[in-house]
């Protein structure tokens, strides 16, 4: 009975130990180059620069193969131009969640797929001196691709694809003009740090 009681004690350190390895949180730092796709629907000839941003992303995994990530930034401005003048700017934030699948019989790095949904938030909107403004939010879907290479245990080295549907509707002077589908891909490299 002690055998068993004592085999049943370490049974539970050593599941204790590789629970506490396997931590479900991982946090990455990414730098991200925004490539917006101007679908311009407006007749306006409207289009939204590309921009490098800094991203961070939060990941949980419910079991090893199966995560959610929401990922965030800080408010980004833009600048609009009008055939190919700059004519204004604006603001948005855009988290997005996705919920992914990650492969883990690869020897040295980790692929993962995702998909999910985006909320952008557009603000201070400043186009046409004023007269131009843009509807305020956009929902629509991610889609995501990437690859994690484990540097140590808990650092990896991290490569991100994103397609991400933003589309807001264009008013001058109240009138709407159509609709702006920047829907950007963004192509980040990052770090990650498993707790």
Known sequence: MKKILIAAAVGMLVAGQVAAQESPWLVRARAVKLSMANHDATGLDLSVNDKTIPELDVSYFFNKNVAAELVLTIPQQQTVSIAGADSGTFKHLPPTLTVQYHFTNFNGFKPYVGAGLNYTKISKTNVLNGAATLENSSFGYALQAGVDVPLTKQ????????????QSEVYVNNVSKGTLKLDPVLVGVGIGYRF
């Not at 490569?159 to 933003?166: C, E, G, L, R």
């Open 155 to 166: 650092v990896s080295l991290n490569f991100d694809v994103k397609k991400v549907n933003i």
